[in-house]
């Protein structure tokens, strides 16, 4: 089921068959370097089931991205609900392919993912946790329109919650 659409990039909710395309994205030591570890093949195959249950539970998930063209798997990108510092926020979160990057991919999905957000949820904020070191994620986070709102410990690591509020998003 189709998502959202961009000028380059198509999200649709991920299937069991896209797990071979996304390993080659979660599996990658270098796109995988700010989480505590890469993902195996069943690791892959985990993350898409408990991305089918949040599109049943929540309505969202992490969404598979594809490019409009080709209709090849590139990574994933989309909204989830995570507990910080005891409060259930809206994450835009992302993984893409190496080969794709710095071509400014990362920011046209997260932005009509911040976009739908603000479109479709009750929300009135929206965040991406963000390791300290990982500057070119930190990056998409300020295209956005998301500025540092404040440091935590989020599943054992430090973690810059970048932040971006209804008012200031192009979306009334």
Same mark, same amino acid.
């Given at each position: 089921?189709?998502?959202?659409? #961009? @000028?380059?990039?198509?999200?649709? +909710?991920? #299937? ?30 985990? *993350?898409?089931?408990? $991305?089918?249950?949040? &599109? ?11 490019? #409009? ?14 507990? /910080? ?5 809206? +994450? ?8 794709? *990057? %710095?071509? %400014?991919?990362?920011?046209?999905? @997260? ?22 070191? $990982?500057?070119?994620?930190?990056? /998409? ?5 998301? #500025?540092? *709102?404040?440091?935590? $410990? *989020? ?6 919650? &970048? ?10």
């Amino acid at each position: 089921m189709t998502i959202l659409q #961009t @000028a380059r990039l198509l999200l649709r +909710e991920l #299937t069991p068959q896209d797990a071979d395309a996304l390993a080659l994205v979660l599996s990658d030591p270098e796109t995988m370097r700010y989480y505590p570890a890469r993902y195996d093949q069943d690791g892959v195959e985990q *993350w898409i089931e408990r $991305n089918r249950r949040r &599109y049943q539970t929540d309505g969202i998930g992490l969404w598979a991205m594809e490019l #409009t063209k080709t209709k090849e798997l590139i990574g994933d990108c989309g909204i989830i609900l995570q507990q /910080v510092d005891g409060e259930r926020l809206y +994450e835009i979160g992302y993984h893409f392919r190496r080969d794709f *990057w %710095g071509q %400014g991919l990362a920011t046209e999905a @997260a932005s009509a993912c911040r976009d739908w957000g603000f479109a479709h949820r009750k929300t009135e904020r929206l965040i991406s946790l963000i390791r300290p070191e $990982n500057l070119p994620s930190q990056r /998409v986070a300020a295209r956005l329109g998301m #500025t540092l *709102w404040k440091e935590v $410990n *989020w599943r054992g690591l430090p973690h810059c919650v &970048y932040s971006i509020e209804r008012a200031q998003s192009s979306v009334s």
